[in-house]
Every structure is written in C-alpha cells, then in structure tokens.
C-alpha cells in the first residue's frame, strides 16, 4: 500500500517538476528579444488575454512581479498551468502511443516530438489568432507578420520544451534517488583511492 502510493506520488511529481521546468524552458527561448520582436512578447500577451485590457497600469511590486509588467506573472501562471496540461497530456496519451511502436519510442526527440508538434500548434493556430484578434499587433499565422524568425524560435522553443518535459518526467518518476540505500562508505573510499 506505501509503495503504492509513493509510485502516485513519483508520478505527480514528475508531471509537476516538467510542467515548471517546461514553462521555464519555454519561456526563456521566447523571451530572446534578438529573434522575437518586442510586440509578440508572449508572457506579457498571455497575461493581458487572461487579465483583459487595462491591467498594464496596475501596480508591479506583488510576489512575482516583473518591474514594468504586472501581467508577466499571471503570464507564468497561465504558461505553467498550460504546461502541466501538455504533460499530463504526454504521460497519458502520448506515452502509451509511444509504448505500441518501440522502435520509435527509444530517441528521446522523438519521444518529445509530438509534445512539441502540439506545443507549437497551440501557439502558432490559437495563441497568434487570440492576439491578432484582441489586440493591435500584427502577428499572424505561426507568428509570420511580426518577423520571419518568430516561427523557427517559436518551433525550436517547442522542441528544447517537449525534450526538457519528457526527460523531467522519465528522470522524476524513473530515478533510484527515490529509494533509501545503504551505502559502505569504506569500500567506496578503497576504490575510489586505487586501495584494495
């Protein structure tokens, strides 16, 4: 029954471990103002469609807060929650997809590539018609009317996420530093010394 429940317990937190760390991930590529222009700013935008307009005057010195963007953490919030949802969607659907062919499962970009196909879609279909719709940015299809490196740092942001996600949630759930062990510090002092 204990072991039962500590392998649940691995589960949910691997999914929550490559949820925060696929947010992260995520974000930072998207972030890098060098590839993105500053008007397709997706932490920003995200947290102005959740919070509706008016919000970017609000006060910015609450827990999280991003000096000059009060909406950047409602941002993270949203992309963290986004990010739980494609995990449990990995562990869940995609994972045992990948258990039927074997042969394709063994690469971990492979494994993660449909996380970052679905990624990508979410953005590039839903998230850039949300934004061309509410607010007065040219973003287009995949990002293509703000620059015509959006969409290659958006797929490349996709694919380093699904990777990062799927080894999170293989690491978190599959590690033996979840179980106690005995160590002989003697005899691994003796081989690391060269001593027998």
Known sequence: ???QALVWLRRLAAVLVAAVLGAIVWLVVVE???????????????????????????RSDGPLAVVGDPVAPTGF?????????????HVLV???ALA??????????VRAFPLAVIMYLLWGLVFTALVDDRFDIAAGPFGVDASGATPITYAVAALLTGIVMVRAIELVRTADWWRPKRIDHESALRDATGNR
């Open 1 to 3: 029954m204990v072991e």
């Open 32 to 58: 890098e103002e060098r590839f993105v222009p500053e008007s397709l700013d997706f932490n920003h935008l995200l947290g102005e469609l959740v919070l509706g307009p008016g919000h970017e005057t609000a």
């Open 77 to 89: 919030g949203v992309t963290c929650l986004l990010a739980l949802g494609l995990a449990v969607l």
């Open 94 to 96: 995609i994972e045992p």
């Open 100 to 109: 039927r062919a074997p042969r394709l499962g063994r690469s971990l970009v």
